[in-house]
């Protein structure tokens, strides 16, 4: 599947929708389209993103590393970012890199908007603080 | 390795290549038919992880030749062999992933390639000189690898 990005705006927060593969060869593309968010955010409002990776087929250490820099720019600006996914691939990598304790993972979209980061699923194995602190 | 098979492929050091290298690794895994999809999955970002590695090595040395792989299957495992003409790097030099509380933690975008590469094979071979880098995965043909979080 053509790696591909759809943004869009739900309950104040940024929803970008990625489909594909995400390697070092699209990773340069997810990037920008992360920046790209971010930056027209600022400086008005704090960037709020959810990822929605429900449509990943592929995702290694390089789209791991996007995500961990997206996550550290938010956060940076005061802001907060959430990802969405269910498949149990994509959950195992996040546990073993542990990127799982650091951002707060949702089962929909609809719960990551909606839901306070506190109240985020078990899975994430998250004291909402812990995330925040960082 | 007993009545194996074995195939070699040299592909461009260009990212758009690492696809068509996950497509080889499915391929091969397909022929044994006792390894779970788990396996399967697992190994395909291993090999990627290699290939990245050896994309990037090429591009920091400015080398235009090729990245060449060998697969061998056998009845016991599957082997893939990414070689590079890199400039090498020192393996036991690796910085160990931050706690996830660990403010450094967030400024660790790369480096999980190798981390990566050790939970999710089998077997791993890390060769590295000034001439290259040779780097060894294999997943063995009936066991159920576990997935390492802590």
Same mark, same amino acid.
């Given at each position: @599947?053509?790696?591909?990005?759809?943004?869009? &705006?739900?309950?104040?927060?940024?929803?970008? *929708?990625? &489909?594909?593969?995400?390697? @070092?060869?699209?990773?340069?593309?997810?990037?920008?389209?992360?920046?790209?968010?971010?930056?027209?955010?600022?400086?008005?409002?704090?960037?709020? !993103?959810?990822?929605?990776?429900?449509?990943?087929?592929?995702?290694?250490?390089?789209?791991?590393?996007?995500? !961990?820099?997206?996550?550290?720019?938010?956060?940076?600006?005061?802001?907060?970012?959430?990802?969405?996914?269910?498949?149990?691939?994509?959950?195992? !990598?996040?546990? @073993?890199?542990?990127?799982?304790?650091?951002?707060?993972?949702?089962? &929909?979209?609809?719960?990551?908007?909606?839901?306070?980061?506190?109240?985020?699923?078990?899975?994430?194995? *998250?004291?909402? &603080?812990?995330?925040?602190?960082? | 390795?007993?009545? /194996?098979?074995?195939?070699?492929?040299?592909?461009?050091?260009?990212?758009?290549? $690492?696809?068509?290298?996950?497509?080889?690794?499915?391929?091969?895994?397909?022929?044994?038919?006792?390894?779970?999809?788990?396996?399967?999955?697992?190994?395909?970002?291993?090999?990627?992880?290699?290939?990245?590695?050896?994309?990037?090595?090429?591009?920091?040395?400015?080398?235009?030749?090729?990245?060449?792989?060998?697969?061998?299957?056998?009845?016991?495992?599957?082997?893939?062999?990414?070689?590079?003409?890199?400039?090498?790097?020192?393996?036991?030099?690796?910085?160990?992933?931050?706690?996830?509380?660990?403010?450094?933690?967030?400024?660790?975008?790369?480096? $999980?390639?190798?981390? $990566?590469?050790?939970? $999710?094979?089998?077997?791993?071979?890390?060769?590295?000189?000034?001439?290259?880098?040779?780097?060894?995965?294999?997943?063995?043909?009936?066991? /159920?690898?576990?997935?390492?979080?802590?």
């Amino acid at each position: @599947m053509d790696f591909n990005v759809v943004v869009a &705006s739900q309950n104040g927060w940024e929803v970008l *929708s990625i &489909s594909g593969e995400i390697d @070092m060869a699209t990773a340069p593309q997810f990037r920008k389209q992360l920046l790209d968010t971010i930056n027209a955010s600022l400086p008005t409002i704090t960037p709020k !993103l959810v990822l929605n990776l429900t449509s990943v087929d592929f995702i290694d250490s390089t789209g791991l590393g996007v995500l !961990l820099g997206a996550t550290k720019r938010v956060r940076g600006a005061g802001g907060d970012i959430r990802l969405v996914q269910n498949n149990p691939r994509l959950a195992e !990598l996040l546990a @073993m890199t542990r990127l799982d304790q650091i951002i707060d993972v949702f089962a &929909s979209v609809a719960e990551a908007t909606e839901g306070a980061a506190a109240d985020a699923p078990s899975n994430t194995n *998250s004291d909402a &603080s812990t995330g925040n602190d960082l | 390795m007993n009545n /194996s098979s074995s195939f070699d492929i040299e592909i461009p050091a260009r990212a758009k290549y $690492l696809s068509l290298v996950r497509s080889l690794v499915e391929e091969a895994a397909e022929t044994k038919t006792s390894l779970s999809r788990t396996q399967v999955e697992d190994f395909k970002v291993a090999v990627s992880e290699a290939t990245t590695n050896a994309i990037e090595a090429h591009a920091r040395a400015s080398s235009d030749e090729t990245i060449k792989i060998r697969c061998t299957v056998d009845s016991e495992r599957v082997e893939f062999r990414i070689a590079d003409k890199g400039c090498g790097f020192y393996p036991d030099q690796i910085q160990p992933l931050p706690e996830p509380d660990d403010p450094d933690r967030l400024t660790f975008e790369r480096g $999980l390639g190798i981390y $990566l590469m050790k939970v $999710l094979a089998d077997e791993v071979e890390i060769q590295s000189n000034k001439n290259g880098t040779e780097v060894t995965l294999v997943i063995q043909v009936g066991k /159920s690898n576990t997935a390492v979080t802590e």
